[in-house]
């Protein structure tokens, strides 16, 4: 079985090392961020199936930087959200996240949202990828044949 590989990113260093272990224990392969710009660094040198960021972190957008980092990502990972503060009627899905989880939470409620999250994903990456059949295939070849 494929370890997900998920970014964690959270300025408070109990936070991220106690999420890290909990996720670690449940499976997760985790790497970690103590900001947004270390988080933006990662991103783009690695690939990962999940990234879960804090809100805010040395600035009020610290976690927004992030989920755009995120989103232009090629390899389009799933995207958390995580704050003990949610702002109301603040949007998180028009930053592009896709879950917004609030801390503290019990970790068997977290583990069952990550793995929903995570399938939900992939089941909408899949739904995104053009379908190839063998018809489409000849259908392309002999108007490449013919130009």
Not at 6 to 22: F, N, S
Not at 42 to 57: A, E, G, P, Q
Not at 87 to 107: F, H, I, R, S
Not at 115 to 131: C, G, S
């Amino acid at each position: 079985m494929i370890k997900r590989r998920i970014l964690l990113v959270d300025d408070e260093l109990a936070i991220l090392l106690t999420l890290k272990a909990v996720l670690e224990i449940n499976g997760f392969e985790i790497e970690t961020a103590a900001s947004a710009k270390e988080a933006k660094a990662k991103i783009r040198s690695n690939v990962f199936h999940m990234v879960i960021t804090d809100m805010r972190m040395e600035n009020e957008t610290s976690g927004s930087e992030v989920v755009h980092a995120a989103k232009q990502a090629s390899y389009q990972p799933a995207v958390a959200m995580l704050t003990a503060f949610p702002l109301p009627g603040y949007d998180w899905q028009e930053e592009g996240a896709d879950e917004m989880l609030v801390k503290p939470m019990n970790t068997s409620d977290l583990v069952r949202q990550l793995e929903a999250l995570l399938i939900a994903h992939e089941d909408k990456k899949q739904l995104r990828k053009p379908v190839v059949t063998p018809s489409h295939r000849s259908v392309a070849k002999a108007v490449a044949q013919r130009s």
